[in-house]
C-alpha cells in the first residue's frame, strides 16, 4: 500500500496536488489530504471493502445521504397534496421547485389556495335599512300582526289540526286582504275546521263560507281536493316537506315556505309575497329586477342571512300594509327616506327630516348613500 500505482485514479488525479512525483506515499498523506481516515495500518478484508465504500462517496457524493452501508438511502422530491394539485392542473413534474415557481408567476397558487366563491354580492346599506324598518315596525301595527295567517288557527285544537287550519290560511291568503281571511276562517272554524269537514261539506255551502275572499270558487274547489289527499295519504295531516306541500292543489312555493315555518318550525325558504317583491324590488335588494315572486325568492336568498327568512317575510308584509304601500308610499314618513334608491320624498321637493337612527353606528356600509332611483313596481 506505499506505492502510488495501487491508488485509484480519480484519487491519484487528487492527491497529485499535494504530492510530488517520486515522493513516498505514507498512509497518512492520503489521510491528510482527503480529511478523512481510509486506512488502517493493519488492513483486514472488511476494512478494505469499507474503505473501498467510503472512498466511492468521497468521490461521487450526489444522492447519497446515509454512510451506513446497509441503508443507502437516495434523496428525491417529495410529492404533497400541492404537488397533487398542480398535475391538477397542468403544472408538470419533475423540476417541482421550477414549477411551484411558474404556478406563482401565473398566480395558479393563489387560485389553489383560496376558497372558491369569493366575494359575495349584497345590496348597499342592507343592515341599516332593515334595522329602520324593525323599528317602524315597532312602532305601528300592522293588519298581519293580529289577523296573519299564523294567527288563524285555534289554539285550543290539536296540533294536527292546527297545522291544517295554517295551510287552509294561507291559501285563502293569496291575494286577499288579513282582515278578509281572518273573517272567512272565523266562518270555517265555525264550522268544525278538519280535512274530512271540508270534504263533508257541501261546495255551494263552502264558497258561501269563503266568500268575499278572492277567487273564492276556485279556492273552495281547491280546498276540497287538497283535503282528500290529505285525508287519504296523510292521515288528516298536512305533509312535512316542501316538495309534497307544493303539489297539493292550490299551493304555491310562497305558502309552502312560510307552512313549513309556521306549521312544523323549519325554514326552508323566504315566503315572498306581493309585499316582499315589491319591497325588495323597490330597495334592489336583487341584482336584477325581478318579475315574479320566485325570481325574487331565489335572488334573495342568495344573500340574506338564512336566521333572517323568516324574520324578513313577517318584517316586510307589514311594512308594505302601513308605509311602503303599493300605491302611494309613504316616503315621507319612512325612516328610510335618505337611503332608498326608489323615495319618492325628495322629488315631490318636502323638506328633509334627519333619520332617526345614526347611520355609522349601524353598518360601515351605511355610509355608502345609494344614488336614488325613480322605480315603479306595484
Ligand atoms: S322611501 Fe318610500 S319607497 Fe323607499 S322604502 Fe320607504 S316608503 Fe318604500
Same mark, same amino acid.
Given at each position: 500500500?506505499?506505492? +502510488? !500505482?495501487?491508488?485509484?485514479?480519480?484519487?491519484?488525479? +487528487? *492527491?497529485?496536488? +499535494?504530492?510530488?512525483?517520486?515522493?513516498?506515499? +505514507?498512509?497518512?498523506? @492520503?489521510?491528510?489530504?482527503?480529511?478523512?481516515?481510509?486506512?488502517?495500518?493493519?488492513?483486514?478484508? $472488511?476494512?478494505?471493502? @469499507?474503505?473501498?465504500?467510503?472512498?466511492?462517496?468521497?468521490? &461521487?457524493?450526489?444522492?447519497?445521504?446515509?454512510?451506513?452501508?446497509?441503508?443507502?438511502?437516495?434523496? &428525491?422530491? #417529495?410529492?404533497?397534496?400541492?404537488?397533487?394539485?398542480?398535475?391538477?392542473?397542468?403544472?408538470?413534474?419533475?423540476?417541482?421547485?421550477?414549477?411551484?415557481?411558474?404556478?406563482?408567476?401565473?398566480? #395558479?397558487?393563489?387560485?389553489?389556495?383560496?376558497?372558491?366563491?369569493?366575494?359575495?354580492?349584497?345590496?348597499?346599506?342592507?343592515?341599516?335599512? *332593515?334595522?329602520?324598518?324593525?323599528?317602524?315596525?315597532?312602532? %305601528? @301595527?300592522?293588519?298581519?300582526?293580529?289577523?296573519?295567517?299564523?294567527?288563524?288557527?285555534?289554539?285550543? %285544537?290539536?296540533?294536527?289540526?292546527?297545522?291544517? $287550519?295554517?295551510?287552509?290560511?294561507?291559501?285563502?291568503?293569496?291575494?286577499?286582504?288579513?282582515?278578509?281571511?281572518?273573517?272567512?276562517?272565523?266562518?270555517?272554524?265555525?264550522?268544525?275546521?278538519?280535512? $274530512?269537514?271540508?270534504?263533508?261539506?257541501?261546495?255551494?255551502?263552502?264558497?258561501? *263560507? *269563503?266568500?268575499?275572499?278572492?277567487?273564492?270558487?276556485?279556492?273552495?274547489?281547491?280546498?276540497?281536493?287538497?283535503?282528500?289527499?290529505?285525508?287519504?295519504?296523510?292521515?288528516?295531516?298536512?305533509?312535512?316537506?316542501?316538495?309534497?306541500? &307544493?303539489?297539493?292543489?292550490? #299551493? !304555491?312555493?310562497?305558502?309552502?315556505?312560510?307552512? =313549513? %315555518?309556521? %306549521?312544523?318550525?323549519?325554514?326552508?325558504?323566504?315566503? #315572498?309575497?306581493?309585499?316582499?317583491?315589491?319591497?325588495?324590488?323597490?330597495?334592489?335588494?336583487?341584482?336584477?329586477?325581478?318579475?315574479?315572486?320566485?325570481?325574487?325568492?331565489?335572488?334573495?336568498?342568495?344573500?340574506?342571512?338564512?336566521? =333572517?327568512? $323568516?324574520?324578513?317575510?313577517?318584517?316586510?308584509?307589514?311594512?308594505?300594509?302601513?308605509?311602503?304601500?303599493?300605491?302611494?308610499?309613504?316616503?315621507?314618513?319612512?325612516?328610510?327616506?335618505?337611503?332608498?334608491?326608489?323615495? &319618492?320624498?325628495?322629488?315631490?321637493?318636502?323638506?328633509?327630516?334627519?333619520?332617526? @337612527?345614526?347611520?355609522?353606528?349601524?353598518?360601515?356600509?351605511?355610509?355608502?348613500?345609494?344614488?336614488?332611483?325613480?322605480?315603479?313596481? =306595484?
Amino acid at each position: 500500500m506505499s506505492g +502510488k !500505482g495501487s491508488i485509484p485514479k480519480t484519487l491519484s488525479k +487528487k *492527491l497529485s496536488d +499535494k504530492i510530488r512525483v517520486g515522493q513516498i506515499v +505514507k498512509v497518512q498523506d @492520503i489521510e491528510d489530504t482527503l480529511g478523512a481516515p481510509l486506512f488502517s495500518p493493519v488492513q483486514t478484508r $472488511q476494512q478494505r471493502k @469499507i474503505n473501498k465504500t467510503q472512498l466511492k462517496k468521497l468521490i &461521487e457524493p450526489n444522492n447519497i445521504e446515509s454512510t451506513d452501508n446497509t441503508k443507502k438511502k437516495v434523496v &428525491e422530491p #417529495v410529492a404533497t397534496k400541492k404537488d397533487s394539485k398542480l398535475k391538477d392542473i397542468g403544472v408538470k413534474q419533475g423540476s417541482l421547485v421550477d414549477n411551484i415557481k411558474d404556478a406563482a408567476d401565473k398566480s #395558479v397558487l393563489n387560485a389553489i389556495d383560496q376558497p372558491k366563491g369569493s366575494v359575495k354580492w349584497e345590496p348597499d346599506n342592507w343592515r341599516l335599512i *332593515l334595522q329602520n324598518i324593525r323599528k317602524m315596525r315597532s312602532d %305601528a @301595527i300592522a293588519p298581519v300582526d293580529t289577523m296573519g295567517c299564523h294567527k288563524c288557527s285555534d289554539d285550543e %285544537a290539536d296540533e294536527k289540526t292546527q297545522r291544517f $287550519q295554517k295551510l287552509v290560511a294561507l291559501m285563502l291568503s293569496s291575494q286577499t286582504k288579513d282582515e278578509v281571511t281572518f273573517e272567512a276562517m272565523q266562518r270555517l272554524k265555525s264550522n268544525h275546521m278538519t280535512p $274530512q269537514a271540508i270534504l263533508d261539506t257541501e261546495r255551494s255551502k263552502l264558497e258561501e *263560507l *269563503l266568500k268575499p275572499v278572492s277567487f273564492y270558487k276556485n279556492k273552495a274547489k281547491y280546498l276540497q281536493l287538497a283535503s282528500k289527499i290529505l285525508v287519504e295519504k296523510y292521515d288528516g295531516d298536512i305533509p312535512s316537506n316542501i316538495k309534497e306541500l &307544493e303539489a297539493l292543489p292550490g #299551493v !304555491g312555493p310562497k305558502m309552502a315556505h312560510i307552512c =313549513m %315555518a309556521t %306549521a312544523w318550525n323549519e325554514v326552508t325558504g323566504i315566503g #315572498v309575497d306581493v309585499h316582499v317583491h315589491r319591497i325588495t324590488n323597490r330597495l334592489k335588494w336583487l341584482q336584477k329586477p325581478t318579475k315574479e315572486p320566485e325570481q325574487t325568492r331565489i335572488q334573495l336568498e342568495s344573500w340574506l342571512p338564512r336566521d =333572517m327568512w $323568516q324574520e324578513v317575510n313577517h318584517l316586510l308584509v307589514g311594512f308594505g300594509q302601513t308605509v311602503c304601500k303599493a300605491v302611494r308610499p309613504n316616503c315621507a314618513e319612512c325612516l328610510n327616506r335618505e337611503i332608498c334608491p326608489s323615495t &319618492e320624498y325628495k322629488v315631490k321637493g318636502k323638506k328633509k327630516i334627519d333619520t332617526e @337612527i345614526d347611520i355609522k353606528n349601524v353598518d360601515e356600509s351605511a355610509s355608502k348613500k345609494s344614488k336614488p332611483q325613480k322605480q315603479k313596481i =306595484m
